[in-house]
């Protein structure tokens, strides 16, 4: 059998301007937002990406602390660039979508940290939560909020896979967000 590339995805979305940002079940508004991924397979970086399919967002950059997030990606949307490959992903040894349809992200607290900000989240992937922390920023440019986050996750964490001497366990999810929406 083949080995298997691991995606991950979750959350993205964060809005940010002067002032208090509320958006309720916001649908990803561009195609510049996706989920990034990266994994080593056999010592070559596989890449790919997964959709975030909503996000509940209360962000305020002059308070963190008293911001919430929480959002959802859909792993049908899995693409590595290799069909064959995306297909085994969906199935129930890696992200069971009959079974566990989305990825979720729920932020617990957030801080600032210099130019950049801390959110603390539990991430649930099939069925499994664990907390995360993503380390992000967010900008202003020409009347889009560009959001960009990191963060690295164990595949074995969520039984995404099994342990294995081809396929890293370690996943770096990058996440990108743009929205010309909120202005």
Known sequence: MM???VTLHFFAALYL???TIHAQNKPAATTESLVRFSILN?????EGTMEISN???????KDPAQSTISASADPATINTGIPIRDAHLKKSDYFNIEKYPDVRLQSTGFRKAGRRFIGYFDLTINGITKPVILYFTCS?????LLFNGTLD?????YNLGEKSIILHEH????ITFSDRTAF
């Open 17 to 19: 301007v002067s002032h």
């Open 153 to 157: 996750i164990n595949r074995l964490d």
């Open 55 to 61: 996000a509940d967002i209360l962000f305020n950059p």
């Open 171 to 174: 996943v770096k999810i990058r």
């Open 42 to 46: 056999a010592g070559i970086e596989v």
């Open 140 to 144: 202003a440019n020409n009347n889009v």
């Open 3 to 5: 080995p298997m590339s």
